[in-house]
Each structure stands twice: as C-alpha cells, then as structure tokens.
C-alpha cells in the first residue's frame, strides 16, 4: 500500500506506485458495490463539499453518490445559485465552507490551478474534479481501472487518444497516467489540436486516424472542447466526423479486440458514431460504473483509508 496524501490534485505529482494502491482499493470498493448493502461507514462524521463552478453530469454525481456510499454528509454546492454570482470571491468561499468543518472539498473549475489554490487556503483535503485544461485526475483513473479490467493489464498497452488533446484536461493526465503505468500512448487528430510538443510527454504524435487506430488495444475518443477553444480549430464539426470521427468503416481496421472508450459527455456523429457508441466494443458505460468506485477509493485514501485489505478484511 503506498499512498499518504492529503490531496489529489493531479496525476503528474503520483508515483506509479500511488496509482496502483487508487485502482486496486477501487477493485476493493468495486466489489463492495455489488453486494446487497453497498455502504461502508469509513467516512462516518465527515463533511464533503462537491463544489462545482463548471458544468458536470457523470464526476459530480459519481463523487456525491461515492461520498453517501462511504457514509459521509455530502451538500452540493451549485455556483449558479450561490453568492459567487453576487462577486464573493473563490477565497471567501472556501472560507465560509471551512467555517462549517468541511474535511473535503471536491472542486471543478474553468481555471487550470484553481484545486491547488484551494488545497493552500484551506485545511480540508481538496479533490480536483477538472480544473480547465490542466488535469481530470480521477478520470484517467477510472480510464486505467477499465482498460486494467477490460485487458488484464496496461503494461505494454498500445492506447490510442483520438479527438481535441489541446484543451483537454482528460487527455492531460491520461497521458501522465498511462505512460507511468507502461501504456505506449499515440495521440491523434488535427494537427491544430494535436501539436507536435505532446511527444515531450512521452507519447507518439500522428494526424493520420488509420495509422493511429491500426495497432490500437484501445481507443480513447475526446469531444471538442468548444467552450476552451479561443479560436477556429478546424472548418466545422462535419469535416472533423470525416476526417477524424470514429464510424463503421474505419472500425473495421481496427483490432477486433480494440475496445472504444469516451469520457463523456458524447457528441454522436462527430467523434463516434452512434451505433459504435453502443456497440458491444464500447465500453463507455463500464467507465461510468468503474468511476464510482474509484472515487469511493480516493476519498477513503486522503481520508487516511489503509487501502484494499482495510475493505476486504
Ligand atoms: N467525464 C466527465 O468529466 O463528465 P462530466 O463533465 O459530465 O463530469
């Protein structure tokens, strides 16, 4: 078991040893979850604070529903309907939420280094649950959770990711996730979206889709992440499907084991095609499922948690 943090901001700081006590305690709490009473008490007594200043479906409902599985008290906390519309600041935010003895805040926010702010000003642990275009920890955990229960491994993995990486914060600390795990990471698409600095990282870089798809064990699709985008990419959505969006044809060049994976949210017809989206080859939904018992394990390890042997006795 190697893990003593406080926080988890990100997956570049973690050692590949971290990474490994995170999914194997997920594997732990996973089990947990199909059984007849899917609670545990580990988190009795505790405040957690999902504080979300940017949209979210699948990272905030997962963290409040693992929090509630932990039996922690959770309140959600909508920046729409809260004063930060009247000019409080993130600061006094924070600090009224610490007057209240929160012990964890989970936080997504449009500004890359927003969570890390956080974990400075208070004395809570502090989750990041996406921060701009910098990090999505727990996403790239949960991606490497799946393709280790879908492939039996991730050592030796060819991954392809295939979409916007410039703006995305999955594909960030996906890479950082992998590449310590042993995966040989290919990104691919536009070459505005895809530049050639990414290979610094570790990863190979290509704009041609076939090339990047061909050998792939699994395929990671981004959406475009119109709202970061400061500028036209590309010509329009339409020529992004042709020449780079994930359809039927182009499946069948690709490994018949290769499994297709997405963060969400999907935007069917431009980067997946509907009917892959819920072929048997998508293992989309599975990323859902699996990401709830990651974040059960991750706030039980900032909370102290001793790892999967403290779960399965
Ligand atoms: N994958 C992901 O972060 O989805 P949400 O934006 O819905 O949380």
Known sequence: MSWNRKHLLDI??????????????????????ERAIKKVPALRGKTVVNL???????????????????????INFTAEASSLKKGETLKDTARNL???????????????????????????????????????????????????????RIAGLNVTILGDILYSRVARSNIWCLTKLGARVTLAGPSTLVPRVFEQLGCRVTHRIDEAIA??????????????????????TGEYASLF???????????PDAIIMHPGPINRGVEIDSDIADSGRSVILDQVTNGLAVRMAVLFLINGGQGPQEITG
């Open 245 to 255: 969006g994930l359809n039927k044809q182009r499946l069948e060049h690709t490994r």
């Open 98 to 152: 610490e007057a209240l003895n929160t012990d964890m805040v989970i936080m997504r926010h449009s500004a890359a280094g927003a969570p890390h702010f956080l974990a400075r000003v208070l004395n809570a642990s502090v989750v990041n649950a996406g921060d701009g275009a910098h990090e999505h920890p727990t996403q790239a955990l949960l991606d490497a959770f799946t393709i280790r229960e879908k492939k039996g």
């Open 52 to 74: 979300f200043i940017e949209p979210s479906t699948r990272t905030r409902i997962s963290f409040e529903l693992a929090a509630l599985r932990l039996t922690a008290d959770v």
């Open 215 to 236: 050998d792939a064990d699994v395929i990671n699709l981004l959406r475009i992440q119109h709202e970061r985008q400061r500028r036209t990419m590309f010509p329009g």
């Open 12 to 33: 570049e700081s973690l050692t590949d040893e971290e990474i490994t006590t995170v999914l194997d305690t997920a594997r732990a709490f996973k089990a947990v979850g």
